[in-house]
Structures are given as structure tokens and as C-alpha cells.
């Protein structure tokens, strides 16, 4: 089955600097790969996806990297800011399709 | 709209008992998840649905049952906890197989003594 790994496990940056998570898949039949964002006693919320047909997507100041022969895959947040500390779970559909594999988490904190 | 909504919020089981998680959602998914999140380990697939009436086994099954005997809802037993299930655990649900954005519950935090 799928197996998702996740780099760095924690990561500290200062506010206003550049912030990036990259993950790898294990599966070559993924092919969605959403990003999450959970925020501390609440429940994970989409930020940023991307599908297989796509190598780069931004939405303001998140942009998600598609690599799907190193079958790997990056977040990057710029302009970091306070409301961004949260942890990020990034993951990829499973073979069949109908659940998703998650990575095992980024605890992001940004330092004022 | 409430989203998903996961009952109860918080539980203390002692080992042995039997508890039912309720989920529900007010969007019109056709598939629901069950996920169990304990730290370093991200969100593991406990069981999943993908329509009334189906359920199919996720990554962790073992010591827990799940039904959807109507399209809203997803119940998630525990027939007799032990201190392994303490966890928090997470419903979801998604509209179609397409691979389509989840939503998620709130959370159970959920204590077996």
C-alpha cells in the first residue's frame, strides 16, 4: 500500500522568512495530493491541493510542488506569519482511490 | 451548515468497557472516514465508508467496528477498550471518489484507564 513520509518533523523560522515541508509517496497510482493544516484542539482543514496532472499550484503566499518521477512533493509558504504555527499533514491517495495516506506532520513555529 | 460533527468531545474509558463514537454530516457525502491520530504517527485509517450500508477496513482496524446505516452518519465501537485505543480520534467526509477535499470533525480525545 501506500506509505507517505514527511520532512522536517518540526521547524522553526522567523516571521517573514520562507517555510517549506517536502513529503514522498511510495505509490505511482496517487494521484491527489492534499495538503492540511490543523491548528492546536481543532481538526485538519484543506489548505492546498494538487493533482497529478499539475506541477505547481500557489494560492497567495502557499505554493505546492509536484514531482511525480522523484514521487515527491513540497509545500512553501512564504512571508511567514504568527497564524501560520499550526502542524501540516501532507498526503496522497490511496491506489484505489477512495482514502488518502497521511504523512506524519510538520509542527511549523514561526518566531515573531 | 454544522460540517461534521463528532460526539462526544472527550471520553475516560476503564479497560474492558464498550463505547459508540457518533459522527454526522450535513453535506451530502457519499463517503466517511474514521482516523486515529497519535503523536509522530500523523492520521491513521481506521475504517472508511463510501456509501450507506458499505464499510470497508482501513490501515488499523483491529478492535473497532464501524456501520452506516444512514448516508449522515458513521459510528465507530469500541466493543472492549484497551489503553493501545487511547487516542484522538477524527471523523471525515468527502464528497465523492474523485479524490476530492475532506472535512474533518473536531476530534475525541479519548482516555482507556
Known amino acids: 500500500g501506500e506509505n507517505v513520509e514527511q520532512h522536517p518533523s518540526t521547524l522553526s523560522v522567523q516571521e517573514g522568512d520562507s517555510a517549506v515541508i517536502k513529503c514522498t509517496y511510495s505509490?505511482?497510482?496517487?494521484?491527489?495530493f492534499p495538503w492540511y493544516k490543523q491548528e492546536l484542539g481543532k481538526g485538519p482543514q484543506l489548505i492546498i491541493d494538487i493533482r497529478s496532472n499539475v506541477g505547481e499550484k500557489k494560492d497567495q503566499r502557499i505554493a505546492v510542488t509536484l514531482n511525480k518521477t522523484a514521487k515527491h512533493f513540497s509545500l512553501h509558504i512564504t512571508e511567514t506569519q504568527p497564524e501560520d504555527s499550526a502542524v501540516y499533514f501532507c498526503a496522497a491517495s490511496s491506489p484505489n482511490g477512495q482514502n488518502f495516506v497521511f504523512g506524519p506532520g510538520t509542527r511549523l513555529s514561526v518566531l515573531p | 451548515n454544522a460540517g461534521v460533527t463528532q460526539t462526544p468531545k472527550f471520553r475516560v474509558l476503564k479497560t474492558g468497557q464498550s463505547m459508540t463514537l457518533l459522527c454526522a454530516q450535513d453535506?451530502?457525502?457519499?463517503?466517511m472516514y474514521w482516523y486515529r491520530q497519535d503523536p509522530g504517527m500523523g492520521l491513521r485509517l481506521i475504517h472508511y465508508s463510501v456509501g450507506e450500508g458499505t464499510t470497508a477496513k482501513g490501515e488499523v482496524p483491529d478492535g473497532y467496528n464501524v456501520s452506516r446505516l444512514k448516508k449522515q452518519n458513521f459510528l465507530l465501537g469500541l466493543e472492549s477498550a484497551a489503553p493501545s485505543q487511547t487516542s484522538v480520534y477524527f471523523c471525515?467526509?468527502?464528497?465523492?471518489?474523485?479524490?476530492?477535499?475532506?472535512?474533518f470533525g473536531q476530534g475525541t480525545r479519548l482516555t482507556v484507564v
Open positions: 471525515a467526509s468527502s464528497y465523492s471518489n474523485r479524490n476530492t477535499e475532506a472535512f
Open positions: 505509490d505511482s497510482a496517487s494521484n491527489y
Open positions: 453535506m451530502n457525502h457519499e463517503y
